[in-house]
């Protein structure tokens, strides 16, 4: 899982209350990502990042709300606005953007009730 | 939307044999990458192939590109219990930014002992 932590590896919340998941790197990478995964299925982009202060929505962004106040974080928002916020969550960084391999967190499964 | 495809969605193999699973795009790319998830747990990259190579070996692990079938093969050799994984293709689309990777669904590879 690289030099990329995401916390906490399981999370629980109540329908309507917002939850921020946490995205940790020190691979001195530029830019991150966090995907959705559901059951039996692949990856899909959330939203991602290619230098500080910048972000950009990806596939799913609706719902969802991130911030990259720093180079080294990438924290995500999953608000009450998000229809069904139950998954898996992968957080990835890249060296930057171009012809690079991303590596991945170990991933935190939200269960929302 | 999905972008790859892969073929078969689950492979069942004897240890020592070989697995070939398969991934077809739809647009045309920049790279396409493999990646290995074990259950539960976060992407591990395996390879990265530009359009404008043909195959590449890295250990037992060799992939193939066929840029005009929109088409690559990930080829597993003398495979071992600890194989045991999904795999996924995933793709940077030509034009776009280098951040956009898309996933395909994956194959469930299992190996046994």
């Known amino acids: 899982d690289g030099g990329i932590t995401q916390s906490p590896k399981y999370l629980f919340r109540k329908e309507g209350q917002n939850v921020t998941l946490s995205c940790e790197q020190n691979l001195n990478h530029d830019a991150m990502y966090w995907y959705r995964q559901d059951p039996g299925q692949g990856l899909r982009l959330i939203y991602y990042s290619q230098i500080v202060n910048d972000f950009q929505k990806g596939d799913i962004a609706e719902g969802y709300s991130v911030s990259r106040e720093k180079k080294e974080s990438f924290p995500l928002t999953v608000t009450s606005a998000q229809k069904n916020p139950t998954a898996f969550y992968l957080c990835?960084?890249?060296?930057?953007?171009?012809?690079?391999?991303?590596?991945f967190g170990p991933g935190t499964r939200l269960t929302v009730t | 939307s999905q972008q790859g495809e892969e073929d078969p969605q689950a492979l069942s193999i004897q240890e020592g044999e070989n697995a070939t699973m398969n991934c077809s795009y739809k647009t045309s790319i920049n790279n396409l990458q493999w990646y290995r998830q074990n259950s539960g747990r976060g992407l591990v990259h395996l390879i990265l192939?530009?359009?404008?190579?043909r195959e590449k070996h890295s250990g037992r692990l060799r992939v193939t590109l066929d840029t005009s079938k929109k088409s690559s093969s990930l080829l597993i050799t003398a495979s071992r219990a600890a194989d045991t994984a999904s795999y996924f293709c995933a793709t940077v689309p030509l034009g776009t930014s280098g951040s956009r990777l898309t996933f395909g669904e994956g194959t469930q590879l299992t190996v046994n002992p």
């Open positions: 990835a960084s890249s060296p930057r953007t171009g012809n690079y391999e991303q590596y």
């Open positions: 192939i530009r359009s404008n190579e």
